[in-house]
Every structure is written in C-alpha cells, then in structure tokens.
C-alpha cells in the first residue's frame, strides 16, 4: 500500500558490491544432528488486520495461517504465523514477497526483513533434544507437528523455529545473535548426539 | 518456571517467554494533559499490591508478542486466568471464591 | 585381590574388572561397579573423614545420597578437584584419586581434634555467643580464622574444564524414584503409550530390591526383575529411562530439575561427553517413589567409624559383596536390621549379638536369627561404643538400667527405623501430616498434580507398595490423557516386610547425661545440643535448628531431622506435631554450580553481537569497546598511536575533511500504517504530522513521567511509513515502549512496528567531504543541497544495492547515513573507504563520535541524562510541540517538581586550565572552602580533551545552570579543587554553518 513498500530490499541488475552473509556455509554435524546454516532468502514481516488476509494470501500465492503456531507452505514460500496479526513470509526461491504486496490494497503493513534474519537448519533424529538445550517449549510431535512454527526463546536469545520434517527445524534469529545461536546448537548437537 | 497462557496463542506457554508489564486496567486518560495532579498520581504512581487475587498485564515478549492481562493470587503465585487486552475485568474468577 | 572384606559369591558383579584406586595416597584394588564406599570397605577401610566442628574420626554411615559423614575430595587433575563428593554416591572408575577432608596432618593423628577435648567450650550456639566481643576483634580476629577453619574440603582453584549441559523435556508422567514402587508405576503408566519419564539417582535401578533378599516378583528375584523391566522400559519408544539421575527440585506447575551424572564414573570422559546434565521436565503427573531413609541409633560415641545403618551393610553385602566387618554387632528397634545380621552370618560373618530395645517383638526374622545361633536380646540398649578409629566393642545395658556388659565388635549395625522420603513432596508445597501410630511424617495434602507411592507415602510391604504404586501410575497416565491400559500388573510373590521403631535418644543418651550421641553427624550435633537449645529459649524447630544447626549441613539432615525434632519435643513436653517440621528446601542433594550454568559459559555466558561491518574494523586493528551486548569499534590506533592520539586524528580528520563510522547498531524501526503520523505524534514530544516525506527530525521520547527516555533522528519515508531510529542501547526497550502504547492504549491507531536495526547496515560519513565520497557511488539521488538538504532522506542506489541514504549529522558537518540491506554493509563500507581514502577521510570509532557530538553539545541519552531530566532541563524545550494536545509525558512534564525554579539544567564547562580534563561524574560546588558535606549542585556529565578546540570540554548538570553563564563554580578532587566556568553547551561552531558545507 505504501509508495516507499514498492522499492525492493533485492538487489536489481548486478550490485557492484557481494552480499557477505553471517557465517555463510557453517555447519556441524554431530552423530545424528546436523546443524547448518542455510542460504540467504527472501523475508518480510507482514502485519495485518483479518480483513485484509484473503488480498494478502493472494498476493502472495500463500495462504496466511490463522491458526497460532502454524505455518503454510506453497513452493518456496511459506507464511508463519508468529502473532494474531503478524506473519513472517519466507522466499527460499528468490521471490520477493514485498513486491508481491506492494500491489495490495487492503490495510497491511510489509516490512522487508530478508538480511535481518538468518536461518539454520537443524536436522536429524537428535534434532528436537539439540534445541531443547535452550528452549523450553515441548517440541514432541504431538504438541508440535510438521508445520508447526513458533517464537521463543534459545538460551538467552530470541528465535523462531519451524518443524519442517519430522526431524528437522529451520530456527530463525537475528544477525548479530546468529553466531551465539549457532554455538548454542551446536553444543546442544554434542548433547544430543551422545 | 510458570506456565502462562496466552489468550493469543491460546495454549499455555513457559514462563521464560513472558514479561510482567505491570498492574492491569489502569487507563490512561483520554485528557491526561487536563488531568489534576492527585488524578495523575493516583494513575501514574499509586499501585494496589494486594494480598491474594491481583490483575496484572503481561506480555507475551518471545512468542506473539501481544500485551494481555492476567489475574494472579499474590498468596499461592497461581495464576488464575489470562485474558486478551482490552477486555474488561471478569466479574467471575474460576475456582476462587467470593 | 579386590579386597579382603570382598566374600566370594556375594554380591552381583561376578566377572567385573578390577579397578585401582587410591586413597589418601594409598593403593587399593576395587571392582567397577563399586561405589568408593564399598570398594574401601571391602579393603577394610572404615575410617574415611574427620568431622565438622569436633574433627571426630568418621566412617561410612550409609549406602547412598544421604551420607552426612564420607565426604571426600575427588581429583582427576590440577583443575578437575571437586570437594565433598560423597563416597558412597562416587562410583569406582580405574584410577579414581581421593582424598580424605578436613584433617591436618593427617586423617589418623588430626591436631584439630583437639575440639573434641575442648568441645564444651564449642556446644551449640557457641559462635553466637563466642565471638560477640570485643567488637573490632571480629573483622580482624574472629572472621578470618572462622573462615579459615570452617567449611569441609578446599574449593578448586582453576576453571573448570568440564563441559555440562541442558536439556528442557515434557512428559505425561515423570517417576522419580526406580524402586520396586518407581518401576511398577512407570510401567503402568508406559504400558498406555503416554510419554514416561523415569529417573533414579542410583547407577542401578532397584531401589531396596538391591539389598534385599526375600523379595520375588513375577517369579523371579527382586533385582533380577528390576532390571528385566528396566530394560523393557528403556526399550520403549515413549519412555526415557535416566539413571544416576537426581531429581534435586520440584517447582511449580510440575516442574522438576534433575541433575544427571552423565561421565563422573568413567575413567576417561569423551570429548563431547558432557560432565553432568541438568534435566528441567514439565510433567503433567508426577509419581513420587522416592523410598525411605533409614535413622541411626542415638546412643554414646555413635559415631565411630564402622558404625553404620544397617541397610547400608546389607547393601555392600548384597550388591557390592563386600562384608563390612568380621564381627559385628546389631543394635535396633525395629525388625529391618534383623535382615542385615542373618545375611552377613549366612555370608560366614559373625554376628556377635543383637541388641534390640524392644521388649519381646516376634516374628519370623527373629526365629531366623536364632535358629542361625545370633544371639539375641531383647529390652536392651547399646549405652555407648568403644574404640576411636575405629568401633572396637558396645557397652550392653537392660533399657531400665542395670549391669554393664562390653561385647567386643569391628562393626555395630544400627536401625531406628525408617523415614519416608518426603523431600520432594514438601518442596512440591505438599502438607505432610504425622501418623501417630507409625511415627513418621507422610504426604497429607497436595498442592501439585502429583502422587506418592510406596515408602515415601508410608505404605509398608512390597505387595502392598507394588500394587499402590501400579495403580498410581495408570491412573497418573488416566489423569493425562491416556486412553487405553492394557498392561499386566507384576505380581509380588514374596517380601520382606518392616515397620516401626523409635524417634529421639536412645536410652544412656537421655536428659541426664553429658555423652556425645551425635544427631547430626555432619554438623557435629548432639543429642544435648538440641535440649541445650530448648533450655536456652528456642521454642520453634526453625530456631533449634539455627541455633544447633541440626539438618543444616550438605546432606540437609536426611538421617538427623527425625530425632532431633523428636528430642526437641520431648524436651519441650510437647507432641511432635506440634512442634513441627522444618521446611525442605531445594536442593535434595547438593548441585555443581556446572549443572546450574550448563551451557551458559565462554561465548555462550551472553550473545555477544556484531555488526556486519565488524571484520573490516577488526582487520584494521580497532580496539572494541562494549555498548550493551554489542561490540563497538572505539576506536582505530595507528601503529605507535595510544587512544588519546587516535582519537584527536580521528576528530582532526572528520572536521577537516571526513570520516567513516559504523553505526549500524542504532536501533531502527519501521513505522507504518495510515495513522503512523499520529502515533508518532504521541510517543514523541514532537510535531509529525507536517513533517514531509522524504524530511527527518530529531525527535525525543519520554516517559509518562515527563523524562526522557530516548532520543533519535527519525526520517518520513512516505506518508504512512517512518524510519526511527534510536539510541543503540535503547533499542529493545523503546520497541517494547512503542508497542505497549499501540497494543494497550492506541490501539485504535492502524500503525505496526517493526524493528529493522538489524536489517540495515548504516555507515555514517560525516565532514566537509562526506558528499565527494558518497556521490560517485549513488545512483538515482540528487545529492545537491537543494534537492537533500540537511536533514533529509531518500531511497535510490549505491554501489548497485538499495539503501536508504539519510543527510544528518551528529558531529555538526555535513553528513550523511548511508543505510544498506546488512549483507552488503562490508562491501559498501569497503566502497566507500576506497573513495574516502582519495580525500584523506578516517575511520572513527565510538570515542571520537562522543568528543564530536559533544563539541556540538548533542547529548547522549543515558550519559548526560539519567532518567530525571525533562527536555526543558536539557535545553530541548524547542523540540517539544507546544500546540499539541497529547504526547506520552505531557502531563508528568507538568508536575510541579518538573517546573520548578532550581531544577538542574545541562549546560557546558570550561575549566579555568584548558589542559585539564574532568572526570565524568565528579561533584561541583559553589564554595570549595565550605565545610565537609559540601552542598553539591551538579554533576559532570560528559567530558573530553577536544583536539578541534585546543581545550578540554564538558557538559554538566548544573541546579539552575542556565542562569550561571559566566559563573566560576568547582570541581574538588582528591589532588585539589578545579575551578571552572559555566558556558553554553556549543563549543565548536556556534552557528552551525558547517551543517550545510
């Protein structure tokens, strides 16, 4: 809706400077947890009233959960429902989400946020107890299934974790925390795998 | 640790994700600038601490990050209820008596 | 070869290894599997420690977690010593090094055992009394040597090098205890699918079942079924069996903290292999199995080593095959200890006697013992115990008094009876309720979802507990949802059955005797002690226990609360009930402050943040300076350059031509929605709604009570949309500020926040160059000051990526804040430099953006305020919008303390001496000469040497300041008084020219 949402975070033609993402390609891999770090994506924060979800579902090829603690998927893209008006949309395909709302009219607010998250993945059997070193939500499929997507806590840092297999999250957290958040999995990892 | 529910994320959730944001249904006046000096104290500074059964906000910091309010007994540390923001008090309080 | 007290045939480990050990510097061959304990018993060693306050020789008590007496020091290297580490919790690992505590200069001839002799000089309540005066003695005299002399074992003094960690888990039903009453209740529970969680604080699941040999359950001997079903359990996808696992306490809402020794037993703990384990698991139920713990007799010189619990002898014969004495003497008042004489005399140890004070008990346990030929008597009492490193006989006498007869023994079993374990329960904020009849304290009323079962719920029998705990544990599961049970309960064929006993001193210990029968072992705690304390006034059990510190030592009284609150009844003339019991506090057993810790050491003790322009700066060797939890550039030293000479480079080079500062850790949000402008208009003092896209404004924040709060430049980006920026420190608690207002008070405003700080890298290039730099580099900007005046914002292009270039300053040149998506920071800052360089430009770190701004008389929030100054005391009355109706502040702005004549106002500082600098924070005065306590008016703020004024400057806040321009006032010092000038806060270009190039 707004003018200034039009101007895209991606770069266009060819920057003549590279993008140096946080701990690009880190990983470590402990008996039955992988943790890595994922490639850059695609984010905006989106906030909007329940009217305006079904425009924004459209607009963005994804339908907006309405449902805490759930996340929807189609292709790349999936939307997480993070509060009762606010989403976090991520593009794992290099779509920009921002410019698919920069088109809709109805009450929102889209914030680019592509560089202020970084991802990491968190994959094996010993993936739930690698983040349940730090985070005190029950992340047994019963109470958190495929889909399931929360903020919370790891630690002393914020993050946002989404159960994206039965045995893999992608936890999502702030640039400057990434490097604690990382070493905190991958100690959990050692945990974990023991 | 506590479990708190969020009437937003409508489960309960640990303790570590909340943040206590003080006493509960204290409004700010629409007309603060007019208010008188005893007004303004009572709303800014005078709080009930009471024994037993108080109303509370909290925010749900690390999770949906919604503002919502809680009645608490400052006796057991039970929380009572939570409710959403904006609702008013509720008269009726589950398993308290009075 | 693994000891001569090891008896071939007992016990459960056949084929298991050797272990060597050493004890004291002694040798020692054990078998893994053993505990320290009973590999040292089964070498004949029962002298382990010496005690607490009297320096008394002790032995090993018991066989488990309530050991008061066997504390030793463990060393594995120079770093990894761990003091009081209970010899019977410890188990054996090949090579395991201990050392005995608290003795000098040996654990045999301790000069400190003089106490003992001297020790009515040290009854209860000594220290109170003792070291009252003369006063000034006690920090020089009294503390020093108390300390000296207090505490058992040494602290390590290197860092840990053990690695531990944490695990949060969630289950239906959490059992806490792997008895014979744990196993069945976790199995009720597991057999309905529900999530089980089973933890038992032994290397061995069984619980009694591993001393006992009466006990069959499904056919099969007790242990032998323990651990049958243990492995069933532990093969089961919904259930986690934890071993060596110490539930040490239970909080609300059915949160319990676990501790797990996960490699304290192995020779050589792997690399990743964590120490311990700290276990946080919400349960939905709870079953608590945590058994019972058996109490010493209260009797003359009870302490001797080789005077142990009776079960904790049948423990190291049963399960460690260890006899603990050749010639032994029993002395109880129930029938357990009956059990322990008939398996060591089966084992081929004499049993000298029985001592048992009751009058005539019968019962099959008694004929047992006398068809073996133990002698057995009855109605009688062990009035004291001879030898002194070791127990060398008992002194027999009938109850009532009478003729004494010494029995010679190596060994004295004792047994009072058994006190269920309700640790756990009380800390759960359960009531416990005393049995009359039984004597003890069990569960009464319940405050948590929880139940107990078996001993720890005073249900005696294992048929009886098995069935309790079997039905407790698929109704637990019930309770939590489960929907099916299809499970066979395990059914209890035979069993050893005891009850009963007796609570106090035993007779020969009684109120008109002086002997030591000691209570508490650990704290040295006698039966007279605590009748001395009621004789002296202590009424309540809290005061006892202060006053004689009974239950106050590591093992929190696990053997000793009993008696003495039985003793400190009768001496009352009161029912036990209502004297009461002492509060169970967390923790059951002592925790490593590891555990505690776990994870949150080194680099994971707090997140330690970067900006992405970071490396650059490292690589040019800046020193970092801390702001909040960020890492800050301070500054860049040249090679040879101390701080002070970087700094004033870095000045010189920003005024003169231009410099480069990362100030990305600004915090950023993005306000947006139709009624952005209103809402900024409330969390602001100033005017917005005028403010046209594309312009920015210095707007300040307060709080409710009309102070400041924060402060920082905020650009309209487009009608609905604003870019706030605020101070770095600020950051988290202006969102939290913002979106409490807009969730709870606003909420009718259609606006969203969301923080971009770290979104966006911002290079600030300030000085009379920063447009040359800047330029080349943009594209899609009019950079001329027509088209971006100071303060101002567009979005365009540089080097090819998006940024949000705004022109500002907060160093009073021509600047400019170049925001670009993070990734690209380092590239872009890089960019910028190599054009910089071609102008003579500097990095600048965080020191010279202080001395710049404060040249400029900018002020810091949080530096030159501290949360009682109001915009008027800061000289910023001018950004407060005079016609609005409503902003957060503008009543508290208001109060009649704010408005006040007097009120401190910042202003600036000139020291008469242009070189000398003053120290943030030091006092100012009107009269140096006055007396001592000074009237102090202010306080200096922020201060600087400012290479671009040739002087020293300072900001101040000064009662009235603004009405002292010109004035001397002064600054007094520990080297003299300073005299200064009050001035206006501008120091360098006063007329702001430079702003605009």
């Known amino acids: 809706m707004a003018k200034a949402a039009a101007s895209k975070t991606a770069p266009a033609a060819s920057p003549s400077v590279e993008r140096r993402p946080a701990l690009a390609g880190r990983s470590t891999a402990a008996t039955g947890v992988k943790v890595e770090v994922l490639p850059s994506a695609e984010r905006i924060s989106l906030r909007a009233p329940e009217a305006s979800v079904a425009a924004l579902s459209k607009a963005l090829g994804v339908t907006l959960p309405k449902k805490p603690k759930t996340s929807a998927s189609k292709g790349k893209r999936t939307a997480l429902w993070l509060?009762?008006?606010?989403?976090?949309?991520?593009?794992?395909?290099?779509?920009?989400?921002?410019?698919?709302?920069?088109?809709?009219?109805?009450?929102?607010?889209?914030?680019?946020?592509?560089?202020?998250?970084?991802?990491?993945?968190?994959?094996?059997?010993?993936?739930?107890?690698?983040?349940?070193?730090?985070?005190?939500?029950?992340?047994?499929?019963?109470?958190?299934?495929?889909?399931?997507?929360?903020?919370?806590?790891?630690?002393?840092?914020?993050?946002?974790?989404?159960?994206?297999?039965?045995?893999?999250?992608?936890?999502?957290?702030?640039?400057?925390?990434?490097?604690?958040?990382?070493?905190?999995?991958?100690?959990?990892?050692?945990?974990?795998?023991? | 640790m506590l479990l708190i529910r969020c009437p937003y994320c409508e489960e309960e959730r640990?303790?570590?994700?909340?943040?206590?944001?003080?006493?509960?249904?204290?409004?700010?006046?629409?007309?603060?600038?007019?208010?008188?000096?005893?007004?303004?104290?009572?709303?800014?500074?005078?709080?009930?601490?009471?024994?037993?059964?108080?109303?509370?906000?909290?925010?749900?910091?690390?999770?949906?990050?919604?503002?919502?309010?809680?009645?608490?007994?400052?006796?057991?540390?039970?929380?009572?209820?939570?409710?959403?923001?904006?609702e008013p008090k509720p008269s009726k309080l589950p398993g308290v008596a009075k | 070869m693994s000891g001569a007290f090891r008896i071939p045939g007992a016990g459960r480990f056949k084929q298991a290894k050797t272990a060597r050990f050493s004890f004291d510097g002694q040798s020692y061959a054990g078998i893994e599997g053993d505990t320290l304990a009973s590999a040292l018993l089964a070498n004949g060693v029962h002298l382990v420690g010496r005690s607490f306050k009297y320096h008394r020789p002790r032995g090993i008590l018991s066989a488990g977690a309530e050991e008061p007496n066997a504390l030793v020091e463990i060393k594995r290297d120079a770093a990894r010593k761990t003091p009081n580490v209970r010899a019977t919790v410890q188990e054996l690992y090949d090579g395991l090094d201990a050392q005995s505590q608290n003795r000098w200069p040996s654990l045999s001839f301790d000069v400190g055992a003089v106490n003992d002799i001297a020790s009515p000089l040290f009854s209860a309540g000594f220290y109170y009394k003792t070291f009252m005066w003369p006063k000034a003695a006690w920090k020089s005299l009294y503390e020093p040597k108390i300390r000296a002399a207090a505490g058992l074992g040494v602290s390590p003094d290197q860092p840990d090098p053990d690695h531990y960690s944490s695990r949060y888990a969630h289950c239906d039903v959490l059992v806490l205890g792997g008895g014979a009453a744990g196993i069945a209740a976790a199995l009720a529970a597991a057999e309905t699918g529900m999530r089980v969680i089973l933890a038992d604080e032994q290397a061995e699941f069984g619980g009694s079942l591993r001393f006992e040999t009466g006990a069959k359950i499904d056919g099969q001997d007790g242990f032998a079924w323990a651990q049958g079903t243990i492995a069933k359990l532990s093969a089961m996808d919904n259930v986690r069996v934890l071993s060596r696992t110490t539930a040490?306490?239970?909080?609300?809402?059915?949160?319990?903290?676990?501790?797990?020794?996960?490699?304290?037993?192995?020779?050589?703990?792997?690399?990743?292999?964590?120490?311990?384990?700290?276990?946080?698991?919400?349960?939905?139920r709870v079953v608590l199995a945590s058994g019972a713990i058996e109490r010493h007799m209260v009797f003359a010189d009870n302490d001797r080593p080789g005077i142990m619990l009776a079960g904790a002898a049948r423990t190291y014969l049963n399960h460690y095959g260890v006899a603990v004495g050749k010639n032994v003497g029993v002395y109880t008042a129930n029938d357990s200890a009956y059990a322990a004489a008939i398996d060591l005399k089966k084992a081929g140890v004499n049993v000298a006697a029985i001592i048992d004070l009751r009058d005539n008990p019968t019962g099959p346990v008694i004929d047992e013992a006398r068809a073996l030929g133990i002698e057995v008597n009855f109605g009688r009492a062990v009035i004291r115990a001879g030898g002194k490193l070791r127990v060398s006989s008992m002194t027999v006498q009938p109850k009532n008094g009478g003729g004494e007869r010494t029995i010679p023994v190596d060994a004295i079993l004792m047994s009072a009876g058994w006190t269920p374990s309700v640790h756990l329960f009380s800390q759960s904020r359960g009531k416990v309720a005393f049995n009359d009849e039984t004597k003890r304290f069990v569960p009464g009323t319940y405050a948590q979802d929880c139940v107990s079962v078996g001993a720890c719920n005073g249900t005696d029998g294992l048929s009886a507990t098995v069935d309790e705990a079997y039905a407790a544990g698929a109704k637990a599961a019930k309770d939590a949802g489960a929907k099916i049970a299809k499970g066979t309960k395990p059914k209890v064929d035979a069993s050893e059955s005891w009850s009963r006993g007796m609570l106090g001193a035993a007779p020969g210990a009684g109120p008109?005797?002086?002997?030591?029968?000691?209570?508490?072992?650990?704290?040295?705690?006698?039966?007279?002690?605590?009748?001395?304390?009621?004789?002296?006034?202590?009424?309540?059990?809290?005061?006892?226990?202060?006053?004689?510190?009974?239950?106050?030592?590591?093992?929190?009284?696990?053997?000793?609360?009993?008696?003495?609150?039985?003793?400190?009844?009768?001496?009352?003339?009161?029912?036990?009930?209502?004297?009461?019991?002492?509060?169970?506090?967390?923790?059951?057993?002592?925790?490593?402050?590891?555990?505690?810790?776990?994870?949150?050491?080194?680099?994971?003790?707090?997140?330690?943040?970067?900006?992405?322009?970071?490396?650059?700066?490292?690589?040019?060797?800046?020193?970092?300076?801390?702001?909040?939890?960020?890492?800050?550039?301070?500054?860049?030293?040249?090679?040879?350059?101390?701080?002070?000479?970087?700094?004033?480079?870095e000045c010189v080079a920003v005024r003169k031509t231009a410099g480069l500062f990362d100030a990305s850790t600004l915090g950023k949000i993005e306000v947006v929605g139709p009624d952005a402008a209103k809402f900024m208009e409330l969390l602001y003092t100033n005017p917005w709604e005028k403010l046209e896209p594309g312009r920015c404004r210095y707007g300040i924040m307060l709080r409710e009570d009309g102070f400041i709060y924060d402060d920082g430049v905020v650009g309209r980006l487009a009608p609905d949309r604003f870019h706030v920026t605020t101070t770095t420190g600020g950051a988290p608690r202006v969102m939290n500020h913002m979106e409490d207002y807009l969730q709870t008070e606003f909420p009718h405003l259609n606006v969203w926040l969301t923080s971009i700080t770290e979104q966006w890298a911002v290079i600030a290039v300030q000085g009379p160059k920063s447009r040359d730099i800047i330029a080349p580099l943009v594209e899609g900007i009019d950079m001329s000051d027509e088209a971006l005046p100071h303060m101002s914002v567009r979005e365009g292009r540089i080097c090819g990526v998006p940024t949000r270039l705004f022109r500002m300053s907060f160093t009073g040149e021509r600047g400019f804040e170049v925001n670009v998506p993070v990734d690209y920071g380092q590239a872009v800052w890089e960019a910028l430099w190599a054009e910089g360089q071609k102008h003579g430009a500097a990095a600048y770190g965080t020191e010279a953006m202080h001395v710049l701004r404060a040249e400029k008389g900018y002020i810091i929030v949080g530096q030159d305020t501290d949360g009682t100054v109001t915009p008027n005391d800061a000289g910023l009355d001018w950004a407060v919008g005079k016609k609005k109706p409503d902003f957060v502040g503008i009543r508290g702005m208001a109060r009649p303390d704010l408005v006040a004549k007097g009120r401190k106002q910042l202003v600036g500082l000139k020291t008469r001496d242009p070189k000398?600098?003053?120290?943030?924070?030091?006092?100012?005065?009107?009269?140096?000469?006055?007396?001592?306590?000074?009237?102090?008016?202010?306080?200096?703020?922020?201060?600087?040497?400012?290479?671009?004024?040739?002087?020293?400057?300072?900001?101040?806040?000064?009662?009235?300041?603004?009405?002292?321009?010109?004035?001397?006032?002064?600054?007094?010092?520990?080297?003299?008084?300073?005299?200064?000038?009050?001035?206006?806060?501008?120091?360098?270009?006063?007329?702001?020219?430079?702003?605009?190039?």
């Open chain 1, 83 to 194: 509060g009762p008006d606010e989403w976090l949309v991520i593009d794992e395909a290099g779509n920009d989400p921002l410019a698919d709302c920069a088109g809709v009219a109805a009450l929102h607010s889209a914030v680019g946020i592509s560089h202020r998250n970084i991802a990491i993945a968190v994959t094996g059997a010993g993936a739930a107890a690698t983040i349940n070193a730090g985070c005190p939500q029950d992340l047994s499929l019963d109470a958190f299934p495929v889909g399931a997507a929360s903020r919370t806590i790891l630690g002393k840092a914020e993050i946002v974790v989404l159960r994206t297999a039965v045995d893999a999250f992608r936890v999502e957290c702030w640039r400057s925390f990434s490097d604690y958040v990382f070493t905190f999995l991958s100690e959990g990892s050692r945990d974990a795998a023991v």
């Open chain 2, 14 to 86: 640990p303790e570590l994700e909340f943040r206590n944001a003080g006493e509960a249904h204290i409004a700010r006046s629409v007309n603060i600038a007019g208010e008188t000096d005893d007004d303004f104290e009572k709303f800014f500074f005078i709080r009930s601490n009471p024994k037993g059964i108080i109303y509370e906000r909290w925010r749900h910091m690390h999770g949906c990050a919604r503002f919502f309010n809680a009645v608490r007994d400052t006796v057991t540390d039970k929380f009572v209820m939570t409710y959403k923001a904006g």
């Open chain 3, 248 to 284: 040490f306490g239970y909080y609300a809402q059915n949160f319990v903290g676990l501790v797990e020794r996960v490699s304290d037993h192995l020779k050589t703990p792997g690399h990743d292999l964590a120490r311990e384990r700290l276990w946080q698991i919400r349960a939905k």
């Open chain 3, 512 to 649: 008109d005797t002086t002997v030591k029968a000691f209570v508490d072992f650990q704290n040295d705690v006698t039966a007279k002690d605590i009748r001395q304390a009621v004789h002296e006034g202590m009424r309540s059990i809290e005061h006892v226990k202060r006053f004689t510190t009974n239950g106050m030592a590591t093992d929190q009284g696990k053997t000793s609360n009993m008696h003495g609150l039985a003793i400190a009844a009768e001496t009352l003339g009161k029912p036990i009930p209502e004297v009461g019991l002492t509060t169970f506090r967390a923790p059951y057993t002592p925790v490593t402050f590891g555990a505690i810790v776990s994870h949150a050491r080194g680099p994971l003790f707090d997140p330690t943040r970067s900006t992405a322009i970071h490396p650059w700066a490292e690589a040019q060797g800046a020193v970092f300076e801390d702001v909040g939890q960020w890492k800050r550039a301070w500054y860049f030293p040249k090679a040879g350059e101390d701080m002070h000479a970087a700094v004033d480079r």
């Open chain 3, 916 to 997: 000398v600098v003053l120290e943030e924070g030091a006092q100012i005065v009107e009269d140096p000469k006055q007396a001592i306590p000074m009237k102090m008016i202010g306080h200096v703020t922020s201060s600087y040497w400012s290479e671009n004024c040739g002087r020293s400057i300072a900001l101040a806040l000064v009662a009235g300041g603004r009405d002292r321009m010109g004035d001397t006032l002064y600054v007094p010092m520990p080297n003299g008084v300073i005299e200064v000038e009050v001035t206006g806060m501008v120091f360098f270009d006063e007329r702001g020219g430079r702003l605009n190039g």
